[in-house]
């Protein structure tokens, strides 16, 4: 087993983390019409980035195997988390941060 499609697979969920702010940031804008508030740069290259990640994916998982997959994914829900406290400037409750630490220990037990 190459470890550097596990690699691949953990920076999918970043990129998966970063398109879901992209669409969030889309998402607080106004738009003028119907079109431009679903046809505009920010949520084409957030399902450009989720439809990349799912080719990046579907190729990582024929070298890693199937239950490693969603122990990686998780991690999309750490990586939000830190995105919107870095880029959306989100205040970070303390269910939050418990809810993260869980999602991280759950790793980490799952590891062992």
Do not use: C, P
Request: net charge positive.
């Amino acid at each position: 087993m190459n470890h550097s499609f596990f690699l691949l697979m953990f920076f999918g969920t970043f990129l998966s983390a970063l398109s879901q702010i992209l669409l969030k940031k889309s998402a607080s804008q106004n738009y003028s019409s119907f079109l431009k508030e679903y046809l505009n740069w920010r949520v084409l290259t957030a399902y450009l980035i989720f439809f990349g990640v799912l080719l990046l994916n579907t190729y990582a998982y024929t070298k890693v195997e199937l239950k490693y997959g969603s122990v990686i994914d998780a991690f999309t829900y750490v990586f939000v988390l830190l995105l919107s406290v870095v880029i959306l400037h989100e205040k970070v409750s303390k269910k939050q941060i418990l809810g993260n630490l869980l999602i991280i220990a759950g790793i980490f037990i799952y590891a062992l």
